[in-house]
DNA sequence: TTTTATTGTCTACATTTGAGACAATAAAAT
DNA sequence: ATTTTATTGTCTCAAATGTAGACAATAAAA
Protein backbone atom coordinates (compact mmCIF):
# COMPACT_ATOMS: atom_id res chain seq x y z
CA UNK A 1 0.00 0.00 0.00
CA UNK A 2 1.46 2.88 -1.06
CA UNK A 3 0.10 6.18 0.32
CA UNK A 4 -2.91 6.83 -1.96
CA UNK A 5 -3.54 9.98 -3.72
CA UNK A 6 -7.06 11.05 -4.90
CA UNK A 7 -5.66 12.00 -8.22
CA UNK A 8 -3.66 8.93 -9.27
CA UNK A 9 -5.92 6.32 -8.30
CA UNK A 10 -9.77 5.76 -9.39
CA UNK A 11 -11.59 6.31 -5.99
CA UNK A 12 -13.08 3.10 -4.14
CA UNK A 13 -11.77 0.37 -6.56
CA UNK A 14 -9.39 -1.94 -5.06
CA UNK A 15 -7.33 -5.10 -6.22
CA UNK A 16 -7.13 -8.03 -4.07
CA UNK A 17 -4.83 -11.05 -4.91
CA UNK A 18 -5.14 -14.31 -3.96
CA UNK A 19 -1.72 -16.49 -4.72
CA UNK A 20 -1.61 -19.94 -5.09
CA UNK A 21 1.70 -21.85 -4.63
CA UNK A 22 1.93 -25.93 -4.06
CA UNK A 23 4.59 -26.83 -2.05
CA UNK A 24 5.01 -30.15 0.36
CA UNK A 25 2.15 -31.76 -1.38
CA UNK A 26 -0.38 -28.32 -0.03
CA UNK A 27 -1.82 -25.80 -1.97
CA UNK A 28 -1.10 -22.67 -0.27
CA UNK A 29 -1.64 -19.30 -0.24
CA UNK A 30 0.63 -15.93 -0.07
CA UNK A 31 -0.87 -14.04 3.26
CA UNK A 32 1.51 -11.18 4.09
CA UNK A 33 1.60 -9.67 7.61
CA UNK A 34 1.66 -6.23 8.33
CA UNK A 35 4.00 -4.91 10.28
CA UNK A 36 2.12 -3.72 13.11
CA UNK A 37 0.97 -5.08 16.92
CA UNK A 38 -1.92 -7.06 16.75
CA UNK A 39 -1.27 -9.46 14.01
CA UNK A 40 -2.87 -8.14 10.92
CA UNK A 41 -2.86 -10.36 8.05
CA UNK A 42 -4.32 -9.20 4.59
CA UNK A 43 -4.16 -10.38 0.84
CA UNK A 44 -1.71 -7.94 -1.26
CA UNK A 45 -3.61 -5.26 -2.49
CA UNK A 46 -3.47 -1.88 -4.10
CA UNK A 47 -5.13 0.70 -6.38
CA UNK A 48 -5.63 1.22 -10.10
CA UNK A 49 -3.88 3.73 -11.56
CA UNK A 50 -6.09 6.21 -13.92
CA UNK A 51 -3.41 5.18 -16.91
CA UNK A 52 -3.40 1.60 -16.71
CA UNK A 53 -5.85 -1.44 -17.09
CA UNK A 54 -7.25 -3.54 -14.36
CA UNK A 55 -4.98 -6.32 -15.40
CA UNK A 56 -1.94 -4.24 -15.68
CA UNK A 57 -2.98 -2.92 -12.56
CA UNK A 58 -3.42 -6.50 -10.84
CA UNK A 59 0.19 -7.69 -12.35
CA UNK A 60 1.59 -4.61 -10.88
CA UNK A 61 0.72 -4.69 -7.57
CA UNK A 62 1.26 -8.26 -7.81
CA UNK A 63 5.05 -7.63 -8.17
CA UNK A 64 4.92 -4.24 -5.99
CA UNK A 65 3.36 -6.31 -2.65
CA UNK A 66 5.36 -9.36 -3.88
CA UNK A 67 8.23 -9.04 -6.23
CA UNK A 68 6.27 -11.88 -8.22
CA UNK A 69 5.93 -11.35 -11.75
CA UNK A 70 5.20 -12.77 -15.28
CA UNK A 71 2.68 -15.23 -13.78
CA UNK A 72 -1.01 -16.77 -14.61
CA UNK A 73 -3.69 -14.48 -13.34
CA UNK A 74 -6.93 -13.66 -13.83
CA UNK A 75 -10.24 -12.25 -12.48
CA UNK A 76 -12.52 -14.19 -10.49
CA UNK A 77 -15.12 -12.40 -9.25
CA UNK A 78 -15.77 -8.14 -7.88
CA UNK A 79 -17.13 -8.05 -3.88
CA UNK A 80 -18.73 -4.75 -3.39
CA UNK A 81 -21.19 -5.23 -0.85
CA UNK A 82 -22.39 -1.85 1.04
CA UNK A 83 -20.62 -1.87 4.25
CA UNK A 84 -17.64 -2.91 2.72
CA UNK A 85 -14.52 -1.13 4.39
CA UNK A 86 -11.46 -1.51 6.07
CA UNK A 87 -12.39 1.39 8.36
CA UNK A 88 -13.12 -0.81 11.77
CA UNK A 89 -9.84 -2.71 10.84
CA UNK A 90 -7.52 0.56 10.57
CA UNK A 91 -9.04 2.15 13.16
CA UNK A 92 -8.48 -1.28 15.62
CA UNK A 93 -5.03 -1.22 13.77
CA UNK A 94 -3.92 2.68 14.99
CA UNK A 95 -5.84 2.07 18.76
CA UNK A 96 -2.91 -1.10 18.65
CA UNK A 97 0.27 0.89 17.67
CA UNK A 98 -0.83 4.54 19.51
CA UNK A 99 2.64 5.02 20.69
CA UNK A 100 4.72 4.35 17.37
CA UNK A 101 2.30 5.66 15.21
CA UNK A 102 2.87 9.53 15.30
CA UNK A 103 1.27 11.08 11.99
CA UNK A 104 3.86 9.28 10.43
CA UNK A 105 2.03 6.84 8.88
CA UNK A 106 -1.72 8.12 8.17
CA UNK A 107 -2.79 11.81 8.02
CA UNK A 108 -6.00 12.43 8.11
CA UNK A 109 -6.93 12.71 4.33
CA UNK A 110 -5.14 9.73 3.95
CA UNK A 111 -6.87 7.75 6.61
CA UNK A 112 -10.50 9.52 5.08
CA UNK A 113 -9.40 8.62 1.57
CA UNK A 114 -8.65 4.65 2.49
CA UNK A 115 -11.45 4.17 4.95
CA UNK A 116 -14.20 4.98 2.35
CA UNK A 117 -16.46 2.21 1.37
CA UNK A 118 -14.61 0.28 -1.50
CA UNK A 119 -15.40 -2.63 -4.04
CA UNK A 120 -12.85 -4.85 -4.65
CA UNK A 121 -12.22 -6.59 -7.58
CA UNK A 122 -10.67 -10.59 -7.06
CA UNK A 123 -7.62 -11.78 -8.87
CA UNK A 124 -6.08 -14.91 -8.56
CA UNK A 125 -2.75 -15.83 -9.17
CA UNK A 126 -0.81 -19.18 -9.51
CA UNK A 127 3.01 -19.62 -9.13
CA UNK A 128 5.37 -21.99 -9.61
CA UNK A 129 7.51 -21.41 -5.96
CA UNK A 130 10.13 -22.93 -7.17
CA UNK A 131 11.04 -19.99 -9.59
CA UNK A 132 9.56 -16.92 -6.96
CA UNK A 133 10.81 -15.70 -4.19
CA UNK A 134 8.31 -13.94 -2.37
CA UNK A 135 9.71 -10.48 -0.95
CA UNK A 136 8.27 -8.73 1.50
CA UNK A 137 7.95 -4.86 1.54
CA UNK A 138 8.12 -1.88 4.36
CA UNK A 139 4.77 -2.24 5.52
CA UNK A 140 4.77 -6.18 6.28
CA UNK A 141 6.43 -7.52 9.01
CA UNK A 142 6.33 -10.93 7.09
CA UNK A 143 5.02 -12.73 3.75
CA UNK A 144 4.82 -16.54 4.53
CA UNK A 145 2.93 -19.17 2.28
CA UNK A 146 0.07 -21.04 4.36
CA UNK A 147 -1.77 -23.91 3.70
CA UNK A 148 -5.46 -22.96 1.72
CA UNK A 149 -7.79 -25.25 4.26
CA UNK A 150 -5.38 -23.46 7.35
CA UNK A 151 -5.24 -20.01 6.70
CA UNK A 152 -4.80 -17.32 9.31
CA UNK A 153 -7.56 -15.12 10.16
CA UNK A 154 -7.55 -12.29 7.80
CA UNK A 155 -9.45 -9.05 7.81
CA UNK A 156 -12.47 -8.06 6.36
CA UNK A 157 -13.97 -10.25 4.37
CA UNK A 158 -10.42 -12.09 2.74
CA UNK A 159 -11.18 -15.13 3.78
CA UNK A 160 -14.45 -15.97 1.75
CA UNK A 161 -12.05 -14.14 -1.30
CA UNK A 162 -9.60 -16.83 -0.83
CA UNK A 163 -12.61 -19.36 -0.80
CA UNK A 164 -14.25 -17.97 -3.49
CA UNK A 165 -10.79 -17.76 -5.14
CA UNK A 166 -10.53 -21.63 -4.74
CA UNK A 167 -13.69 -22.61 -6.06
CA UNK A 168 -12.72 -21.10 -8.93
CA UNK A 169 -9.64 -22.64 -9.60
CA UNK A 170 -11.77 -25.88 -9.13
CA UNK A 171 -13.51 -25.10 -11.77
CA UNK A 172 -11.57 -23.94 -14.84
CA UNK A 173 -8.19 -26.62 -13.79
CA UNK A 174 -9.36 -28.86 -16.57
CA UNK A 175 -10.63 -26.65 -18.73
CA UNK A 176 -8.22 -24.19 -18.78
CA UNK A 177 -5.41 -26.93 -18.05
CA UNK A 178 -3.49 -24.45 -15.90
CA UNK A 179 -2.79 -26.85 -13.37
CA UNK A 180 0.99 -26.31 -14.74
CA UNK A 181 1.55 -23.29 -13.75
CA UNK A 182 2.00 -24.27 -9.78
CA UNK A 183 4.17 -27.17 -10.65
CA UNK A 184 8.05 -26.66 -12.11
CA UNK A 185 8.81 -27.00 -15.72
CA UNK A 186 9.23 -30.68 -15.70
CA UNK A 187 7.22 -32.96 -12.74
CA UNK A 188 6.26 -36.96 -12.28
CA UNK A 189 2.73 -38.03 -12.41
CA UNK A 190 2.66 -38.29 -9.07
CA UNK A 191 3.32 -34.59 -8.52
CA UNK A 192 -0.06 -33.71 -10.46
CA UNK A 193 -2.00 -36.14 -9.19
CA UNK A 194 -1.20 -34.80 -5.52
CA UNK A 195 -1.78 -31.51 -6.68
CA UNK A 196 -5.11 -32.13 -8.11
CA UNK A 197 -5.74 -34.03 -4.82
CA UNK A 198 -4.29 -30.88 -2.84
CA UNK A 199 -6.47 -28.59 -4.93
CA UNK A 200 -9.65 -30.86 -4.69
CA UNK A 201 -9.36 -32.27 -1.17
CA UNK A 202 -9.91 -35.70 -2.24
CA UNK A 203 -7.83 -38.77 -3.79
CA UNK A 204 -7.84 -39.73 -7.23
CA UNK A 205 -7.13 -43.15 -8.55
CA UNK A 206 -3.65 -43.87 -9.32
CA UNK A 207 -4.63 -45.51 -13.03
CA UNK A 208 -7.40 -44.06 -14.05
CA UNK A 209 -6.01 -40.43 -12.84
CA UNK A 210 -2.59 -41.06 -15.24
CA UNK A 211 -5.06 -42.09 -18.11
CA UNK A 212 -6.82 -39.04 -17.73
CA UNK A 213 -3.77 -36.99 -18.01
CA UNK A 214 -2.51 -38.59 -20.62
CA UNK A 215 -5.47 -38.87 -22.93
CA UNK A 216 -5.62 -34.89 -22.71
CA UNK A 217 -2.21 -35.46 -24.64
CA UNK A 218 -0.86 -31.83 -23.57
CA UNK A 219 2.32 -33.83 -21.87
CA UNK A 220 5.42 -34.78 -23.49
CA UNK A 221 7.41 -37.82 -21.78
CA UNK A 222 11.22 -36.67 -20.89
CA UNK A 223 13.75 -38.61 -19.41
CA UNK A 224 13.36 -41.30 -16.35
CA UNK A 225 13.67 -39.45 -12.73
CA UNK A 226 16.30 -41.62 -10.73
CA UNK A 227 15.07 -40.36 -7.17
CA UNK A 228 17.50 -43.17 -5.56
CA UNK A 229 14.53 -44.76 -3.85
CA UNK A 230 14.30 -48.44 -4.23
CA UNK A 231 11.73 -48.54 -6.86
CA UNK A 232 10.86 -48.20 -10.10
CA UNK A 233 11.67 -44.54 -11.68
CA UNK A 234 9.23 -42.30 -12.75
CA UNK A 235 9.13 -40.69 -15.87
CA UNK A 236 9.33 -37.38 -16.05
CA UNK A 237 6.92 -35.00 -18.15
CA UNK A 238 6.78 -31.40 -19.78
CA UNK A 239 3.14 -29.67 -20.29
CA UNK A 240 3.44 -28.77 -24.00
CA UNK A 241 3.05 -25.28 -24.32
CA UNK A 242 1.58 -25.39 -27.73
CA UNK A 243 -1.44 -26.02 -25.93
CA UNK A 244 -1.98 -23.23 -23.66
CA UNK B 1 -28.91 7.56 -16.90
CA UNK B 2 -29.20 10.40 -13.99
CA UNK B 3 -27.81 13.74 -13.76
CA UNK B 4 -24.97 11.86 -11.31
CA UNK B 5 -23.56 13.90 -8.44
CA UNK B 6 -20.07 13.01 -7.06
CA UNK B 7 -21.57 12.90 -3.79
CA UNK B 8 -23.07 9.84 -3.99
CA UNK B 9 -21.90 7.55 -6.33
CA UNK B 10 -18.97 5.99 -6.40
CA UNK B 11 -16.57 7.51 -9.11
CA UNK B 12 -15.84 6.10 -12.14
CA UNK B 13 -17.04 2.62 -11.64
CA UNK B 14 -20.16 1.55 -12.99
CA UNK B 15 -22.79 -1.31 -14.04
CA UNK B 16 -23.77 -2.66 -17.45
CA UNK B 17 -26.36 -5.08 -17.60
CA UNK B 18 -27.26 -7.26 -20.39
CA UNK B 19 -30.63 -8.92 -20.61
CA UNK B 20 -31.40 -12.23 -22.19
CA UNK B 21 -35.06 -13.21 -23.11
CA UNK B 22 -36.19 -15.48 -25.37
CA UNK B 23 -39.26 -15.09 -27.69
CA UNK B 24 -39.65 -16.27 -31.51
CA UNK B 25 -37.86 -19.41 -31.12
CA UNK B 26 -34.63 -16.95 -30.25
CA UNK B 27 -32.19 -15.52 -28.04
CA UNK B 28 -32.42 -11.60 -27.79
CA UNK B 29 -31.09 -8.87 -25.63
CA UNK B 30 -32.69 -6.14 -24.41
CA UNK B 31 -31.07 -2.69 -25.50
CA UNK B 32 -32.22 0.91 -25.43
CA UNK B 33 -31.58 3.34 -28.07
CA UNK B 34 -30.89 6.71 -26.94
CA UNK B 35 -33.33 9.79 -27.69
CA UNK B 36 -30.56 11.56 -29.65
CA UNK B 37 -29.65 11.77 -33.53
CA UNK B 38 -27.14 9.80 -34.51
CA UNK B 39 -28.23 5.88 -33.58
CA UNK B 40 -26.82 5.52 -30.10
CA UNK B 41 -27.53 2.17 -28.30
CA UNK B 42 -26.07 1.50 -25.29
CA UNK B 43 -26.54 -1.07 -22.58
CA UNK B 44 -28.72 -0.56 -19.72
CA UNK B 45 -26.48 1.27 -17.27
CA UNK B 46 -26.16 3.46 -14.02
CA UNK B 47 -23.87 4.43 -11.47
CA UNK B 48 -23.34 2.59 -7.70
CA UNK B 49 -24.55 4.74 -4.59
CA UNK B 50 -22.16 4.42 -1.63
CA UNK B 51 -25.33 3.39 0.55
CA UNK B 52 -25.48 0.45 -1.52
CA UNK B 53 -23.87 -2.95 -2.49
CA UNK B 54 -23.52 -4.25 -6.14
CA UNK B 55 -26.19 -6.44 -6.28
CA UNK B 56 -28.37 -4.49 -5.14
CA UNK B 57 -27.16 -1.28 -7.71
CA UNK B 58 -27.55 -3.63 -10.93
CA UNK B 59 -30.97 -4.49 -9.70
CA UNK B 60 -31.84 -0.81 -8.80
CA UNK B 61 -30.32 0.30 -12.28
CA UNK B 62 -32.16 -2.54 -14.27
CA UNK B 63 -35.56 -1.29 -12.63
CA UNK B 64 -34.71 2.04 -13.11
CA UNK B 65 -33.65 2.05 -16.83
CA UNK B 66 -36.13 -0.99 -17.95
CA UNK B 67 -39.10 -1.73 -15.11
CA UNK B 68 -37.72 -5.19 -14.67
CA UNK B 69 -37.52 -6.29 -11.55
CA UNK B 70 -37.43 -10.06 -9.50
CA UNK B 71 -36.07 -11.73 -11.64
CA UNK B 72 -32.22 -13.61 -12.13
CA UNK B 73 -29.40 -11.19 -12.23
CA UNK B 74 -25.74 -12.30 -11.81
CA UNK B 75 -22.35 -10.50 -12.28
CA UNK B 76 -20.09 -12.05 -15.29
CA UNK B 77 -16.91 -9.94 -15.60
CA UNK B 78 -15.60 -6.32 -14.93
CA UNK B 79 -14.50 -4.24 -17.72
CA UNK B 80 -11.78 -2.31 -17.40
CA UNK B 81 -8.59 -1.35 -19.62
CA UNK B 82 -7.10 1.92 -19.39
CA UNK B 83 -8.58 3.92 -22.33
CA UNK B 84 -12.05 2.98 -21.67
CA UNK B 85 -13.92 5.59 -21.71
CA UNK B 86 -17.17 7.31 -23.15
CA UNK B 87 -15.68 10.68 -24.22
CA UNK B 88 -15.71 9.83 -27.82
CA UNK B 89 -19.21 8.61 -27.94
CA UNK B 90 -20.62 11.22 -26.11
CA UNK B 91 -18.50 14.05 -27.97
CA UNK B 92 -19.59 12.77 -31.14
CA UNK B 93 -23.49 12.84 -29.39
CA UNK B 94 -23.31 16.31 -28.49
CA UNK B 95 -21.65 17.41 -31.74
CA UNK B 96 -24.72 15.70 -33.53
CA UNK B 97 -27.53 17.03 -31.31
CA UNK B 98 -26.33 20.58 -31.18
CA UNK B 99 -29.31 22.30 -32.01
CA UNK B 100 -31.46 20.26 -29.38
CA UNK B 101 -28.36 20.34 -26.71
CA UNK B 102 -28.79 23.61 -24.87
CA UNK B 103 -26.99 23.52 -21.59
CA UNK B 104 -30.09 21.32 -20.56
CA UNK B 105 -28.35 17.94 -20.49
CA UNK B 106 -24.61 18.34 -19.29
CA UNK B 107 -23.30 20.57 -17.49
CA UNK B 108 -19.53 21.02 -17.93
CA UNK B 109 -18.93 19.71 -14.56
CA UNK B 110 -21.20 16.42 -15.54
CA UNK B 111 -19.93 16.34 -18.76
CA UNK B 112 -16.32 15.87 -17.09
CA UNK B 113 -17.82 13.73 -14.33
CA UNK B 114 -19.07 11.00 -16.87
CA UNK B 115 -16.55 11.19 -19.53
CA UNK B 116 -13.50 10.06 -17.17
CA UNK B 117 -12.12 6.20 -17.50
CA UNK B 118 -14.37 3.97 -16.24
CA UNK B 119 -14.35 0.83 -14.85
CA UNK B 120 -17.38 -1.36 -15.50
CA UNK B 121 -18.67 -4.83 -13.42
CA UNK B 122 -21.04 -6.55 -16.46
CA UNK B 123 -24.17 -8.03 -15.00
CA UNK B 124 -26.29 -10.27 -17.13
CA UNK B 125 -30.22 -10.76 -16.24
CA UNK B 126 -32.04 -14.10 -17.28
CA UNK B 127 -36.10 -12.83 -18.04
CA UNK B 128 -39.53 -14.14 -18.91
CA UNK B 129 -40.42 -12.13 -21.72
CA UNK B 130 -44.14 -12.60 -20.91
CA UNK B 131 -44.01 -11.48 -17.56
CA UNK B 132 -41.97 -8.12 -17.97
CA UNK B 133 -42.79 -5.15 -19.70
CA UNK B 134 -39.65 -3.13 -21.34
CA UNK B 135 -40.43 0.19 -20.33
CA UNK B 136 -38.28 2.89 -21.60
CA UNK B 137 -36.99 5.86 -19.81
CA UNK B 138 -36.89 9.31 -20.95
CA UNK B 139 -33.36 9.45 -22.33
CA UNK B 140 -34.16 6.53 -24.92
CA UNK B 141 -36.21 7.11 -27.76
CA UNK B 142 -37.03 3.07 -28.07
CA UNK B 143 -36.05 -0.19 -26.37
CA UNK B 144 -36.21 -3.33 -28.25
CA UNK B 145 -35.52 -6.82 -28.14
CA UNK B 146 -32.21 -7.57 -30.42
CA UNK B 147 -31.45 -11.54 -31.92
CA UNK B 148 -28.34 -11.84 -29.90
CA UNK B 149 -26.53 -12.85 -33.08
CA UNK B 150 -27.59 -9.38 -34.85
CA UNK B 151 -27.41 -6.71 -32.26
CA UNK B 152 -27.42 -3.28 -33.49
CA UNK B 153 -23.96 -1.53 -33.22
CA UNK B 154 -23.38 -0.43 -29.49
CA UNK B 155 -21.16 2.39 -28.20
CA UNK B 156 -17.96 1.17 -26.68
CA UNK B 157 -17.22 -2.18 -25.94
CA UNK B 158 -20.45 -3.56 -25.26
CA UNK B 159 -20.63 -5.91 -27.91
CA UNK B 160 -17.80 -7.47 -26.40
CA UNK B 161 -19.99 -7.55 -23.01
CA UNK B 162 -22.58 -8.80 -24.63
CA UNK B 163 -20.42 -12.13 -25.69
CA UNK B 164 -18.61 -12.33 -23.00
CA UNK B 165 -22.49 -12.66 -21.10
CA UNK B 166 -23.27 -15.17 -23.76
CA UNK B 167 -20.35 -17.41 -23.04
CA UNK B 168 -20.78 -17.19 -19.46
CA UNK B 169 -24.84 -18.05 -19.68
CA UNK B 170 -23.66 -21.30 -21.65
CA UNK B 171 -21.11 -22.83 -18.68
CA UNK B 172 -23.57 -22.10 -16.48
CA UNK B 173 -26.51 -23.09 -17.96
CA UNK B 174 -26.51 -26.91 -16.94
CA UNK B 175 -24.35 -26.61 -14.22
CA UNK B 176 -26.78 -23.89 -12.56
CA UNK B 177 -30.42 -25.05 -14.06
CA UNK B 178 -31.26 -21.03 -14.90
CA UNK B 179 -32.64 -21.81 -18.36
CA UNK B 180 -36.18 -22.32 -16.88
CA UNK B 181 -35.80 -18.51 -16.34
CA UNK B 182 -36.48 -17.63 -19.39
CA UNK B 183 -39.02 -19.45 -20.40
CA UNK B 184 -42.86 -19.28 -19.13
CA UNK B 185 -44.02 -20.96 -16.09
CA UNK B 186 -44.58 -24.16 -18.03
CA UNK B 187 -43.33 -24.82 -21.28
CA UNK B 188 -43.20 -28.24 -23.42
CA UNK B 189 -40.09 -29.93 -23.98
CA UNK B 190 -39.41 -28.86 -27.45
CA UNK B 191 -39.69 -25.02 -26.05
CA UNK B 192 -36.98 -25.78 -23.92
CA UNK B 193 -35.10 -27.48 -26.62
CA UNK B 194 -35.29 -24.50 -28.99
CA UNK B 195 -34.06 -22.77 -25.97
CA UNK B 196 -31.38 -24.51 -25.97
CA UNK B 197 -30.65 -24.54 -29.16
CA UNK B 198 -30.29 -20.83 -29.59
CA UNK B 199 -28.56 -20.23 -26.78
CA UNK B 200 -25.79 -22.87 -28.01
CA UNK B 201 -26.11 -22.38 -31.78
CA UNK B 202 -26.48 -25.46 -32.41
CA UNK B 203 -28.99 -28.57 -32.79
CA UNK B 204 -29.77 -31.26 -30.26
CA UNK B 205 -30.75 -34.92 -31.16
CA UNK B 206 -34.49 -34.53 -29.52
CA UNK B 207 -34.65 -37.89 -27.99
CA UNK B 208 -31.94 -37.66 -26.15
CA UNK B 209 -32.15 -34.04 -25.00
CA UNK B 210 -35.32 -35.29 -23.61
CA UNK B 211 -33.77 -38.01 -21.88
CA UNK B 212 -30.92 -35.88 -20.56
CA UNK B 213 -33.11 -33.31 -19.26
CA UNK B 214 -35.88 -35.67 -17.58
CA UNK B 215 -32.57 -37.50 -16.12
CA UNK B 216 -31.57 -34.25 -14.24
CA UNK B 217 -34.75 -34.87 -12.08
CA UNK B 218 -35.88 -30.91 -11.54
CA UNK B 219 -39.05 -31.07 -13.55
CA UNK B 220 -42.83 -31.90 -13.08
CA UNK B 221 -44.91 -33.36 -15.49
CA UNK B 222 -48.47 -31.44 -15.67
CA UNK B 223 -51.01 -32.54 -18.31
CA UNK B 224 -50.79 -32.35 -22.10
CA UNK B 225 -51.10 -29.21 -24.17
CA UNK B 226 -53.58 -29.53 -26.33
CA UNK B 227 -52.40 -26.93 -29.56
CA UNK B 228 -55.29 -28.24 -32.32
CA UNK B 229 -52.37 -29.57 -34.37
CA UNK B 230 -52.72 -32.99 -36.15
CA UNK B 231 -50.59 -34.58 -34.19
CA UNK B 232 -49.91 -35.99 -30.73
CA UNK B 233 -50.10 -33.48 -28.17
CA UNK B 234 -47.03 -32.83 -26.18
CA UNK B 235 -46.80 -32.69 -22.33
CA UNK B 236 -46.15 -29.40 -20.03
CA UNK B 237 -43.75 -29.26 -17.56
CA UNK B 238 -42.65 -26.94 -14.89
CA UNK B 239 -39.37 -26.54 -13.07
CA UNK B 240 -39.15 -27.70 -9.39
CA UNK B 241 -38.20 -24.60 -7.43
CA UNK B 242 -36.77 -26.61 -4.83
CA UNK B 243 -33.97 -27.43 -7.20
CA UNK B 244 -33.13 -23.91 -7.56
C1' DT C 1 19.70 -63.33 -5.93
C1' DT C 2 15.76 -62.05 -3.44
C1' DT C 3 12.86 -58.58 -1.58
C1' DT C 4 10.39 -54.18 -1.45
C1' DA C 5 8.01 -50.27 -3.07
C1' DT C 6 6.30 -47.91 -6.82
C1' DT C 7 5.29 -47.25 -11.77
C1' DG C 8 3.03 -48.03 -16.23
C1' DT C 9 -0.44 -50.42 -18.45
C1' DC C 10 -3.81 -53.93 -19.39
C1' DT C 11 -8.40 -56.00 -18.99
C1' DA C 12 -12.99 -56.52 -17.34
C1' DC C 13 -16.92 -54.22 -15.91
C1' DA C 14 -20.17 -50.40 -15.25
C1' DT C 15 -22.01 -46.13 -16.59
C1' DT C 16 -22.98 -42.51 -19.77
C1' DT C 17 -23.73 -40.85 -24.30
C1' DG C 18 -25.27 -41.11 -29.17
C1' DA C 19 -28.23 -42.83 -33.10
C1' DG C 20 -31.90 -45.32 -34.91
C1' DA C 21 -36.43 -47.35 -34.51
C1' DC C 22 -41.16 -47.55 -33.37
C1' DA C 23 -45.54 -47.38 -31.01
C1' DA C 24 -48.82 -43.76 -29.34
C1' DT C 25 -51.83 -40.15 -30.54
C1' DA C 26 -54.46 -35.54 -31.89
C1' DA C 27 -56.65 -33.89 -35.57
C1' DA C 28 -57.17 -33.45 -40.51
C1' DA C 29 -58.31 -35.88 -44.79
C1' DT C 30 -60.77 -39.37 -46.99
C1' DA D 1 -65.68 -44.53 -39.51
C1' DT D 2 -61.27 -45.15 -41.34
C1' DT D 3 -56.99 -43.59 -43.05
C1' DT D 4 -53.39 -40.33 -43.15
C1' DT D 5 -50.08 -37.00 -41.26
C1' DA D 6 -47.08 -34.91 -38.07
C1' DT D 7 -45.13 -35.06 -33.75
C1' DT D 8 -44.27 -37.09 -29.13
C1' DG D 9 -42.48 -40.38 -25.73
C1' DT D 10 -39.69 -44.18 -25.08
C1' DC D 11 -37.13 -48.26 -26.15
C1' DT D 12 -32.94 -50.68 -27.73
C1' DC D 13 -28.43 -51.24 -29.17
C1' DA D 14 -23.83 -49.57 -30.06
C1' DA D 15 -20.09 -46.54 -28.99
C1' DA D 16 -17.59 -43.95 -25.89
C1' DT D 17 -16.18 -42.97 -21.44
C1' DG D 18 -15.31 -43.87 -16.60
C1' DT D 19 -14.05 -47.18 -12.65
C1' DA D 20 -11.79 -50.98 -10.29
C1' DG D 21 -8.77 -54.75 -10.04
C1' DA D 22 -4.65 -57.07 -11.55
C1' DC D 23 0.03 -57.62 -12.90
C1' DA D 24 4.47 -57.20 -15.14
C1' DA D 25 8.46 -53.92 -15.05
C1' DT D 26 12.06 -52.01 -12.42
C1' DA D 27 15.44 -49.28 -9.12
C1' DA D 28 17.71 -50.05 -5.22
C1' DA D 29 18.06 -52.20 -0.71
C1' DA D 30 18.45 -56.58 1.81
Redesign the pocket.
Known amino acids: MHSPSEQDYIEQLSIDCVIFGYQDSQLNVLVPKLNFKGDFCALPSGFIYQSEGIDQAARRILEERTGIKDIYLEQFRVFGDSPRTNKSFLERLIQLNEDELGDQHFNRKEFDWITRRFVSIGYYALVDVNKVVPKKTGIDESINWYPVRALPEMIMDHAEMVQSALHTLQLNLDEKLIAFNLLPETF???DLQELYESIFDRAF????F???I??LDVLERLE?K??????????LYRFRKENA
Chains 1, 2 share one sequence.
Not at 226 to 235: E, H, L, S, V
Open positions: TMRPRNNQKKLDKFTGAANKAPF
